[in-house]
């Protein structure tokens, strides 16, 4: 395709293109003549700086990343995509102040409000409406409030468990960067292992949560039955001492 083509399915101005160019961030066009053309793989390049530029990047460390890459822009597209997803399974819900507060067990308390956006649980989009990012936790408090816990308290304990999780994420991230990014790094990034690379990266998510979930579950009942046998002990004791005082002081 012309450049005027190229900047009319990108949604660039032909003078923004050609600045790229120059700046070595888009490879030459093929001239036939004295006109040159591009082809898809520009394209996804253009579609890749865009989006690059969109999370915070500038031109010089796009640059930088993009070096080496070849004609693998839409590999390194896709795998910049995929790893910009989000990793929850849920659809994130939008309810109002109100509905979030009755499911809360209490009042809309605005601080209730403001500690849960500092976790990352509630976007607020305006006019009280918010953005639940994980209905799966909302529905985790809304049952913590009919056992007639408080939200404050059940907000602490998401706290910690995002602390926790913190800790899990590094160690499945550590996991894909030593053996499958850094082997893929040493090999001077062939075209040809995008796909694998990306592949991995998808089937990440999965695997994490479940291994977590079945890990979880197996230190779950085991600390269950320690701490409530711990209990059931004491009970069983104190039944003992009671019972011998009583015989006791009947003789």
Partial sequence: MAIDDLAR???????????????????????????????????????????MQGDGFNLGAIARLLEGVGHSSAEVLDFARAVRAPFEDEAPEILHRDEIAKRWG???????????????????????????????VLRAGTELAELGIP???????????????????????????????????????PEEDWPRVREALE?????????????FQLVMTEATEKAFGRALERQASGKTRSHRTRRARRR
């Fill in 9 to 51: 399915r990108s949604g660039m101005t032909v003078r923004n293109i050609r600045a790229y160019q120059s700046r070595g961030l888009l490879p030459p066009p093929e001239v036939v003549g004295r006109t040159g053309y591009y082809d898809e793989d520009h394209l996804a390049r253009l579609e890749l700086i865009r989006e």
């Fill in 106 to 136: 209490g009042e809309a308390d605005p601080a209730l409000f403001q500690r849960a956006k500092r976790l990352g649980l509630l976007r607020p989009l305006g006019e009280d409406r918010f953005e639940v990012l994980s209905p799966r």
């Fill in 151 to 189: 939200p404050e308290v059940a907000l602490e304990v998401a706290a910690k468990l995002r602390r926790q999780s913190r800790e899990v994420a590094r160690v499945f991230i550590e996991l894909f960067l030593e053996n499958v990014w850094k082997p893929f790094e040493r090999a001077g990034r």
């Fill in 203 to 215: 089937r990440l998510r999965p695997l994490a949560s479940e291994a977590l979930l079945g890990i």
